[in-house]
C-alpha cells in the first residue's frame, strides 16, 4: 500500500483544516485508517481512526469533538477535518493503513504509512 498525504498548511488559532490521504495498492475498503501526528522532540501520537467500512471511528481524547475522522471508499481517500484548532495542535500529520488487529493507538500495530503534512497553529 502506498499513502500519499496533503493539505496541511498555517492557520490562527480557532481557524480549520481539511488534511487528506489517497491510498493505492490494496484494496481500501479492506483495512482500517488512521491518523497519527508527531510534533518537534515528541514521539508519535495517535489522533484518529475509522474502520474500513467507515462505520465506526475513534479519537484521542486531545481532539475529541473538533476533529472528524472520514473515508470515501470510492476515492480510496481518507479525511481529517480538523476545527478549533489550538497551537498544540502543530505537528506533522500522517496517515497510516492497518491491516491486522491489535490496538489501534500504537503506531507499531499499523501496517504502511505516508510521507506526513505538516500543520502549523499559530496564537
Known amino acids: 500500500v502506498q499513502l500519499q498525504a496533503s493539505g496541511g498548511g498555517f492557520v490562527q488559532a480557532g481557524g480549520s483544516l481539511r488534511v487528506s490521504c489517497v491510498a493505492s495498492g490494496r484494496t481500501f475498503s479492506s483495512y482500517d485508517m488512521g491518523w497519527f501526528r508527531q510534533a518537534p522532540g515528541k514521539e508519535r501520537e495517535f489522533v484518529a481512526l475509522?474502520?474500513?467500512?467507515?462505520?465506526?471511528?475513534y479519537y484521542a481524547d486531545s481532539v475529541k469533538g473538533r476533529f472528524t475522522i472520514s473515508r470515501d471508499n470510492a476515492k480510496n481517500t481518507v479525511y481529517l477535518q480538523m476545527n478549533s484548532l489550538k497551537p498544540e495542535d502543530t505537528a506533522v500529520y500522517y496517515c497510516?493503513?492497518?491491516?491486522?488487529?491489535?490496538?489501534?493507538?500504537?503506531?507499531?500495530?499499523?501496517?504502511?504509512w505516508g510521507q506526513g503534512t505538516q500543520v502549523t497553529v499559530s496564537s
Open positions: 497510516a493503513a492497518k491491516f491486522r488487529g491489535g490496538s489501534f493507538y500504537r503506531a507499531r500495530e499499523y501496517d504502511a
Open positions: 475509522v474502520t474500513w467500512s467507515g462505520a465506526n471511528s
